[in-house]
């Protein structure tokens, strides 16, 4: 007896389909919670960085191109950056960004006066 040689490939194409639409259905449902934290304060994340430990700021928003260590990666090496510019101006590199890579405005206000003199303190 002969088996057809499309069986497999029919199960496989409908194992994908299934697939396909088990992992469209978690995605509408993480689109409604998503929708639904941001109608109710999506800006929680946003207030636990803000106001906080100047590790805590660098850890949120600079350690992803700066490194978790200050070493480097993407953007420049900051366990010296203290001997290389003040703190006035490592709030303005903060504030106004530098170059193409380094975005202005990632803090404002105490935020950057906090996390500038962190830095200034690393030499």
């Keep these: 007896m002969r088996r057809n040689p499309v069986i497999p490939f ?16 978690a995605g509408i449902n993480q689109r409604e919670a998503i929708q639904n934290e941001e109608e109710n304060g999506g800006a929680k994340q946003e207030e636990q960085a803000s106001g906080g430990d100047p590790e805590e700021l660098f850890q949120a928003k600079c350690a992803s191109c700066h490194g978790g260590d200050l070493s480097g990666g993407v953007g420049p090496n900051l ?45």
């Design 10 to 25: 029919a199960i496989i194409a409908v194992l994908g389909i299934v697939a396909m639409i088990i992992v469209s259905a």
């Design 79 to 123: 366990q010296k950056v203290g001997s290389k510019y003040s703190a006035d101006e490592i709030k303005e590199i903060i504030l106004n960004g530098k170059g193409s890579q380094m975005p202005a405005g990632l803090y404002t206000g105490e935020d950057a006066t906090k996390l500038a003199e962190w830095l200034a303190k690393k030499k």
